[in-house]
């Protein structure tokens, strides 16, 4: 039976840690390897799901609500409705008695899901409404801080949504290991999960602090991406990430080198974060991101009714700062020394953008959609990526707070392959809103098998990546196409977008297969493929498989950087190393293509070669050399 619960809140917080919360980020990251096979029929488009396929999961960005079956026609008699199920992002089975809170203004309702996972939200007004939280026992939360949650539902009187599905994902436990350089234990290390307090975890906190034992291990719970920081007398700090190698071994290794002396101690950046006209802004969420960092974990505080912050556990450095509250745009200071003590943030009024997402093939609404924002002026391309998941019947969406200027916005939906980047003007605050209208295209469809490449049985639960074309200033915006395999190791990705992709495969106690090249046409189909893992021996730790020229590259302007090479990889071989740059490929100027055009054009079948003018890191004179790159299979 399902259950609704409705508070006055005057406090929000306080209800919010009764209540607990969860929703899973589809977001895979690290590549996995390889290429599939394609079986009989591969070219036909064929819409027809082969029996005992796993269900389709459609293209979805890095929030967690998507819709699995079309909004219900409006009707004058009835209220407005939100009805789904919440599922375990692991079996797909249903969630018993996962807790929903939506909240607006100064209401909060609760609603329990049945036994099966199902739930439905009947508020009590029209408007605006967020789901500030979802939890279940044994899943990760997510509770972001009161009053910033991304997902917006709007009730409008005779319009219910159904089918809404929302993923949680298990709290998986991982063992953790602190060694020095030789790789003995090292006992009674300090460890810190840094930002276990931050994001979608902002009001129900991990436990975050944790202490080697004899054997220099300790056990924690972390979702993807998390980054663990450990300490000891007469070592360097050293940090460790929850990365993909991790998730597919459920082990975490930090390694500390010694030094002499004490450890250096933690500093912290204190201030206060105001609004135009100099009053405090209270509830505003401050996050500190390391600028010497190349993929930093932020850390955060919420400012108090005085407007006052205090970020801890700092390393020394310079952190870039960014205030965001409702009510304003993101208030941003770069260059903010560790240390710093009376730091002001100023927030002030921003623009607003409003449009409608429909499907382009009816015309009819496309509900729900996530829209992503990201400004493209030079001096505020270091803001924060904007995004909102909407649930609204009539397809139409309001962002508010967003910083004026040139911006570009995405917009991605389950069952629609992601739209094109718009760019667009946001106006100053008080303006009228700038319009920005998609249709979205259904896209392909991708199907197939994951077999164990030794023993040729299914894999059941491997999970099955698309990665989306979509890029916003110097990184790619994470729309992905995602499946889970079934019991007879089949799985079916919809929404694929008609460009060419990667796709990503990876199972735990296997090595990770990537592979390009994969292009299916809207309204087409690919399949059935196969992908074959390779079992990890005992001892091994997994690692990526791919086909290409063995190298790890950076967006760096107009050209790719090369971070690193693989040894006897196809760039090693050619002579090229860190700091090199790729200005084009088989001809074509780097410059005029996104990241991921450019990674799946260097990309390839074993044995092919790739021509690249290149600028080598040590000629002033930047002349641009051709250099003959051989693909390889590679394990990193």
């Not at 309702?109 to 009590?124: I, K």
């Not at 700092?314 to 260059?335: D, E, F, I, N």
């Not at 904007?386 to 911006?407: C, F, N």
Request: aromatic share 4%.
């Amino acid at each position: 039976m399902l259950r609704s619960r409705r508070y006055v809140v005057a406090g929000a917080v306080p209800l919010l840690l009764l209540l607990g919360v969860v929703l899973w980020r589809f977001a895979v990251e690290g590549p996995r390897r390889g290429g599939p096979s394609a079986g009989p029929g591969a070219a036909e488009a064929s819409r027809t799901a082969a029996p005992g396929r796993a269900p389709a999961r459609a293209i979805v960005p890095d929030l967690p609500v998507h819709l699995v079956l079309p909004p219900v026609p409006p009707s004058p008699s009835a209220a407005a409705t939100f009805e789904g199920r919440v599922l375990s992002a692991a079996t797909g089975a249903g969630v018993a008695g996962a807790e929903l809170t939506f909240s607006r203004s100064g209401e909060a309702t609760s609603v329990s899901a049945d036994a099966g996972g199902a739930f439905r939200f009947e508020p009590r007004f029209t408007g605006r409404w967020t789901l500030a939280a979802v939890s279940a026992p044994g899943f990760l939360p997510f509770a972001p801080e009161w009053g910033h949650s991304p997902v917006l539902l709007d009730a409008r009187e005779g319009a219910s949504v159904r089918g809404i599905t929302i993923a949680l994902a298990p709290a998986v436990e991982y063992r953790g290991r602190v060694v020095d350089p030789a790789g003995r234990p090292l006992p009674g290390a300090e460890v810190r999960i840094l930002g276990a307090a931050a994001g979608e975890t902002a009001l129900l906190p991990l436990r975050e602090r944790f202490t080697s034992d004899a054997a220099g291990e300790f056990r924690f719970a972390a979702p993807d991406g998390a980054v663990l920081s450990a300490r000891r007398a007469g070592y360097a700090t050293g940090t460790a990430a929850v990365d993909f190698g991790a998730r597919l071994s459920r082990r975490v290794t930090i390694t500390l080198e010694p030094v002499a002396g004490a450890a250096r101690d933690e500093l912290s950046i204190a201030g206060r974060v105001v609004n135009a006209a100099g009053d405090p802004a209270d509830g505003a969420v401050v996050a500190a991101v390391a600028e010497d960092e190349p993929d930093p974990p932020p850390r955060q505080a919420t400012t108090d009714l005085t407007g006052r912050f205090a970020i801890a556990g700092l390393a020394p450095g310079a952190y870039r700062l960014v205030a965001t509250r409702p009510g304003g745009a993101p208030a941003l200071q770069r260059s903010v020394r560790a240390g710093a003590a009376d730091v002001v943030l100023t927030l002030r009024a921003g623009g607003r953008l409003a449009g409608r997402v429909r499907d382009r093939r009816t015309g009819d609404p496309v509900a729900p959609f996530t829209i992503a924002v990201r400004a493209r002026g030079r001096n505020d391309r270091r803001l924060p990526l904007r995004t909102l998941a909407v649930v609204d019947a009539s397809g139409r969406y309001e962002m508010d707070d967003l910083a004026p200027g040139r911006s570009v916005v995405v917009v991605a939906a389950p069952g629609h392959a992601p739209s094109a980047e718009l760019e667009v003007t946001v106006p100053d605050a008080g303006a009228p809103a700038a319009v920005a209208d998609f249709e979205l295209a259904s896209g392909g469809r991708i199907h197939g098998v994951v077999l164990d490449a030794r023993s040729r049985r299914p894999i059941a639960g491997a999970e099955i990546e698309v990665e989306g074309q979509v890029e916003l200033g110097p990184s790619p915006l994470p729309v992905l196409a995602l499946a889970a395999s079934g019991p007879d190791g089949r799985f079916e990705l919809s929404g694929v977008p008609e460009v060419p992709l990667s796709l990503r495969a990876a199972a735990v106690a296997h090595h990770a297969r990537i592979f390009s090249g994969v292009e299916v046409h809207e309204g087409g189909a690919l399949g059935p493929i196969t992908v074959e893992l390779t079992p990890v021996e005992p001892g091994e730790d997994p690692k990526v498989e791919l086909t290409g020229i063995g190298a790890v590259l950076a967006r760096r302007g107009d050209h790719l950087t090369i971070v690193s090479v693989v040894p006897a990889g196809g760039a090693a071989d050619a002579g090229l190393g860190p700091g090199d740059e790729l200005v084009r490929i088989d001809g074509l100027a780097v410059a005029d293509m996104p990241f991921g055009t450019a990674v799946n054009l260097i990309r390839g079948p074993e044995g092919s070669a790739v021509v690249l003018g290149v600028h080598r890191r040590d000629d002033p004179q930047r002349a641009e050399l051709r250099v003959v790159v051989y693909r390889r299979l590679v394990r990193n």
